[in-house]
């Protein structure tokens, strides 16, 4: 399996960006998918999750603000990401989980990941 995260780019406080995930090789569209991101010197945090039905989860930090969807007939998922803050600024991740019943939050319970594309939010 592999990802391809792409749709990242300099952005105001305040606006928009809209990231991509393909999947592509031996996908499953029974995976749940989720989106990490990690800033300068720091860990690697989730940010939301979506089942292989299409429902969401995500991190205190984004709700409200951030989106996750899927289109398993293009094994895709999508981030759209809305009022972007400063401290929103990091590399961001696809990822697959290990398990299909797992909505994980932990990095270490995904397995395939995506090269990362970077967010920078200008204040």
């Known amino acids: 399996v592999q990802l391809q995260a792409s749709g990242g780019g300099l952005v105001q406080a305040g606006g928009s960006l809209k990231l991509s995930c393909v999947a592509s090789?031996?996908?499953?569209?029974?995976?749940?998918m989720g989106w990490f991101r990690q800033a300068p010197g720091k860990e690697r945090e989730f940010v939301a999750g979506?089942?292989?039905?299409?429902?969401?989860y995500y991190a205190e930090s984004v709700k409200g603000r951030f989106t996750i969807s899927r289109d398993n007939a293009k094994n895709t998922v999508y981030l759209h990401m809305n009022s972007l803050k400063s401290e929103d600024t990091a590399v961001y991740y696809c990822a697959r989980a290990r398990s299909i019943s797992d909505t994980a939050t932990e990095a270490r319970k995904y397995d395939y990941w995506g090269q990362g594309t970077l967010v920078t939010v200008s204040s």
């Open positions: 090789g031996r996908t499953s569209n029974l995976y749940p």
């Open positions: 979506v089942t292989w039905s299409d429902d969401p």
